[in-house]
């Protein structure tokens, strides 16, 4: 098995909204993905979806969008980003999505050679404009990304790497720990992948490269040229990137 991942599909979730108004390289942008995603990803992959995957505001109106994410190879694993408001309760979600798609909330999924897990988290205390509200939004991320970690180790069991997904990411460029790399490293976390990030001004805002132990990979979609990122696997084909 290889791992994948490519965050931000940005799909239209009927809502109408181009993502090309945020530049022309976003011109038809989901059938570049569906593509390279079905010229790289086997049946027997597995891709991971670090957030804002559709613009729907109800479950329903995303399911188009999610079916269509179903249909393509592989296993997906799914996370909640910042604009993913039609995000519903794992139940239902999971009630409704075929099975070779899962969600991570508070807890982890063993995809077999690896075990993956994640919290969308939120900015950093290091990001100008940083209040009161946003202090409540980062402790509460860090309790479900917590939660997420143990439950992944308990899944691991010592015997696997564990994969952590997040939207935001969990450290600006310059590498100084924050609560959410703390415990990624606590818990020995292989790699850490997010999204989040868009244009090439803003690639750069977050952390790529090792810390702690942890490896961290930069996801979005643009800045992947819409393109699945293969982070684990060390005899996969590289899919296109270094």
Known sequence: MKIFAIADLHMDGGAGKPMDVFGPNWAGH?????GSWQSCVLDEDAV?????I???MRFYEALPDLMRIA???GRKVLLRGNHDFWWSSPTRMRSALPEKMSVIQN???DLGPAVVCGSRG???PADDGFSADDRKIYERELLRLELSLAAAQRLAKGE???IAMMHFPPLLKDGEPTGFSKKLAEYGVSVCVYGHL???GAWGAGFTGELDGTRYELCSADSLGFMPKRIFEANAEDCGHE
Do not use: M, N, Q, T
Not at 30 to 34: T, V
């Open 30 to 34: 989901c059938e570049r993905i569906f």
């Open 48 to 52: 991971l979806i670090p957030g804002d």
């Open 54 to 56: 559709s613009w729907a």
């Open 71 to 73: 249909e393509l190879p």
């Open 107 to 109: 807890d982890a999924v």
């Open 122 to 124: 939120w900015i950093l």
């Open 160 to 162: 696997k790497p564990i």
């Open 198 to 200: 868009h244009g090439e």
